[in-house]
């Protein structure tokens, strides 16, 4: 099975922090996804990639940048660290266009 | 706008009923459908995919897809309590963005023992 693994559960941060939150995939998939799941407004697609250093702004892009260096690991980051980025933030990966996403386990950021 | 929508819920069946999960789609060129279960606190996993007009069955899960009417559908047959979850639905459009998949926001299910 695809394995995505997100580094860190929970996270707690300062507002103002520079915040990096790290995806990495075992199975070689092209495409790789950041979203964030808020109540009541659902999955929110924030930057994807569909190969190394090629990135795309999703639907919410501001104060999120992102890095791929390398095929297996995207990495988001938050600038600068606000309370409204606190947040379920999801990875997934895919093989093509064709088939689903495989996620992560998701990241629950705290911004204090 | 591509959108997706799904009644919110939520959707409450006594165990050993059939659920019913509808959504729709605004996008007509939509290529591929998929639904997801996420359990409370979990990421969502990939349950069924569907890309052709018709039913598609994989155990107790029927996906339903009909174009025509933008309509796709989940049902599921003889509902456990453990199938208590929210249930996505995602679908990715046609075009040159067919990489990512637009989501609903879920139908919460509860099946009740």
């Known amino acids: 099975d695809v394995k995505v693994t997100q580094s860190s559960r929970y996270l707690v941060k300062r507002t103002g922090e520079k915040v990096f939150l790290e995806c990495v995939q075992d199975?070689?998939?092209?495409?790789m996804f950041w979203y964030r799941q808020d109540p009541g407004l659902g999955l929110r697609l924030i930057y994807f990639?569909?190969?190394?250093?090629?990135?795309e702004k999703g639907d919410i892009p501001e104060g999120y940048s992102v890095s791929r260096e390398k095929k297996e690991r995207f990495s988001l980051i938050l600038e600068s660290a606000s309370t409204n980025q606190t947040s379920m933030y999801l990875c997934?990966?895919?093989?093509?266009?064709?088939?689903?996403?495989?996620f992560g386990s998701g990241t629950r950021l705290t911004v204090v | 706008q591509k959108e997706v929508e799904q009644n919110s819920g939520p959707l409450s069946v006594p165990e050993g009923a059939i659920a019913s999960l509808n959504c729709t789609y605004s996008?007509?060129?939509?290529?591929?459908f998929f639904w997801y279960r996420q359990y409370s606190g979990k990421s969502p996993e990939l349950i069924m995919s569907?890309?052709?007009?018709g039913d598609k069955e994989d155990g107790r899960f029927t996906a339903q897809l009909n174009k025509a009417s933008q309509y796709v559908s989940l049902l599921i047959r003889d509902s456990q309590p453990s199938d208590s979850a929210t249930y996505l639905c995602?679908?990715?459009?046609?075009?040159?963005?067919?990489?990512?998949?637009?989501f609903g926001k879920g139908t919460l299910l509860t099946v009740n023992p």
């Open positions: 997934a990966s895919s093989l093509s266009g064709e088939v689903g996403y495989t």
């Open positions: 199975m070689d998939h092209e495409n």
């Open positions: 990639s569909y190969d190394v250093k090629m990135k």
């Open positions: 996008d007509r060129v939509s290529q591929s």
């Open positions: 569907i890309y052709s007009n």
């Open positions: 995602a679908v990715r459009g046609g075009g040159g963005s067919n990489y990512k998949l637009t």
